[in-house]
């Protein structure tokens, strides 16, 4: 059964950081690309950031250069570090598997996810 389960958001003061992490398994992790994405409260899931199983990187432009996402293959762990933390960074985010390891057949959309950690930027 594959299971993701994101931890470390909290409720953060704009300019502030947080690690999220999401800890995978009943699947082979490193064949997987695996995704970012959130729920801002009243929208809908917003694609955040990519990591390929080769460890390229993609990013939504509103969080280039203040997010870095990474992996461990080791650990079945992918992080994303969030930094300079804005209020329009406040939403739901989920780790997602992508829907396979056929590289033309990859989305997140419909891909497996967790339950989410909730990430309040607020003063």
């Known amino acids: 059964e594959v299971q993701l389960v994101e931890s470390g958001g909290d409720l953060v003061q704009p300019g502030g950081s947080l690690r999220l992490s999401c800890a995978a398994s009943?699947?082979?992790?490193?064949?997987?690309?695996m995704y970012w994405v959130r729920q801002a409260p009243g929208k809908g899931l917003e694609w955040v950031s990519t990591i390929f199983t080769d460890g390229t990187t993609y990013y939504r432009d509103s969080v280039k250069g203040r997010f870095t996402i990474s992996r461990d293959n080791a650990e079945n762990t992918v992080y994303l570090q969030m930094d300079s933390l804005k209020p329009e960074d406040t939403a739901l985010y989920f780790c997602?598997?992508?829907?396979?390891?056929?590289?033309?057949?990859?989305?997140?959309?419909?891909?497996?996810r967790g339950q989410g950690t909730q990430v309040t930027v607020s003063s």
């Open positions: 009943g699947f082979a992790f490193s064949s997987y690309r």
């Open positions: 997602v598997r992508a829907t396979s390891t056929i590289p033309s057949l990859a989305t997140w959309r419909n891909g497996a």
